[in-house]
């Protein structure tokens, strides 16, 4: 354990480093992030929201500790194994790896994972998912959890940045009748995430 923090703190000054050269402007890459998730649901056909409802998505204001580097390591014998959604259908997806990262002296560990239907298609094929659930859920934030999603060329000399100013709602937060995977129990954060989306501030549609 003691080997773990002493790698994780090495990894965030690092990581840090890199990050102020890459976004000498931290709060302007966020907003531009939120413009394009703003706007990725005026362009899907099965979206839940109108041009209106965007202006009801809410959002902690952008905090640069909460992107946070997480030591990834690979599961490649991870037994495929089925996520239920909220909807109640089944989805089938595999772990892919483990990311261990540390919010204050806390050491935490999630889960990574493909879904196995999406990976045969092209252009998803690299596609990582990571379903999380913390204490803030059902007060500040979507009680059914938040989403991040990766691409595998994202993990970096073994390290992945877990920005969490960048988490979502899943589309079951604006509307019934959408497939939303449950974050599976080993997800589940005893710790609040006061950063990307809260709830949402308009009427849930049914």
């Not at 580097?69 to 259908?89: D, H, L, V």
């Not at 100013?165 to 604006?174: L, M, T």
Request: proline share 6%; net charge neutral.
């Amino acid at each position: 354990m003691k080997n773990t923090i002493t790698f994780l703190c090495l990894v965030f000054f690092s990581v840090s480093a890199i990050s102020q050269k890459e976004y000498p402007d931290y709060n302007q890459e966020v907003a531009h992030h939120r413009a394009e998730y703003k706007a990725d649901f005026l362009t899907n056909p099965r979206s839940p929201l109108r041009a209106a409802d965007t202006s009801m998505l809410d959002f902690f204001p952008a905090k640069k500790e909460w992107a946070i580097p997480a030591a990834f390591q690979r599961t490649p014998e991870a037994i495929p194994f089925i996520m239920m959604t909220y909807s109640g259908q089944k989805r089938d997806y595999v772990q892919f790896g483990n990311l261990t990262f540390k919010v204050g002296d806390q050491t935490h560990t999630l889960r990574i994972y493909q879904n196995l239907k999406l990976i045969q298609d092209s252009t998803y094929r690299d596609h990582l998912f990571l379903p999380f659930k913390d204490l803030s859920n059902g007060g500040e934030t979507y009680g059914g959890g938040r989403y991040l999603d990766f691409r595998q060329g994202d993990i970096k000399n073994g390290i992945l940045m877990l920005d969490f100013n960048k988490c979502y709602n899943p589309w079951c937060a604006y509307s019934d009748g959408y497939n939303c995977p449950i974050p599976p129990r080993e997800n589940h954060l005893d710790i609040d995430i006061p950063a990307g989306e809260r709830n949402f501030k308009g009427e849930k549609k049914h």
